[in-house]
């Protein structure tokens, strides 16, 4: 019975080991690459824009994915034409790559082409260690 509960408790760490959208402190050398998209939407088109965006996790490539509505906290800098955001991380440019070319990112910019504006802003960047 130990270890069976020994073995579940593993399990499941394991399995949010991926989804955790906090990046760990090795993040930096692991997954260094960050892709951030911006997204000029309706307001009430935001929720279903985040809860397409959040598929994207199930994308091999993609990690610490964080998807979230624009928070107005008086700062007149904010981008706030943007109403949705959408930023992960990737080990290197070909994981990038493979994740503009896999089906699942291309049915998002499919199905998003009602939701938004216009086209998405994009930021990438790599992380300094």
């Known amino acids: 019975m130990r270890s069976l509960l020994v073995l579940f408790i593993c399990t499941c760490l394991l399995s949010c080991q991926r989804k955790a959208a906090i ?3 090795d ?3 692991t997954f260094p690459l960050v892709h951030t998209v911006y997204f000029d939407v309706q307001p009430e088109d935001s929720e279903a824009l985040i ?3 959040k598929k994207m996790e199930d994308i091999a490539e993609v990690h610490y994915l964080m998807v979230g509505a624009f928070k107005d906290l008086g700062d007149k800098r904010a981008l706030s034409k943007y109403d949705v955001v959408m930023q992960m991380q ?3 440019e ?3 790559r493979s994740y503009q070319a896999h089906p699942l990112h291309l049915s998002l910019k499919e199905k ?3 939701l938004i504006s216009g086209p998405p802003a994009t930021h990438d960047f790599w992380l300094s260690n």
């Open 23 to 25: 990046c760990p402190p």
């Open 27 to 29: 993040c930096c050398a």
């Open 51 to 53: 809860q397409a965006c």
């Open 90 to 92: 990737f080990a290197d």
């Open 94 to 96: 070909d994981a990038y």
């Open 112 to 114: 998003v082409k009602d």
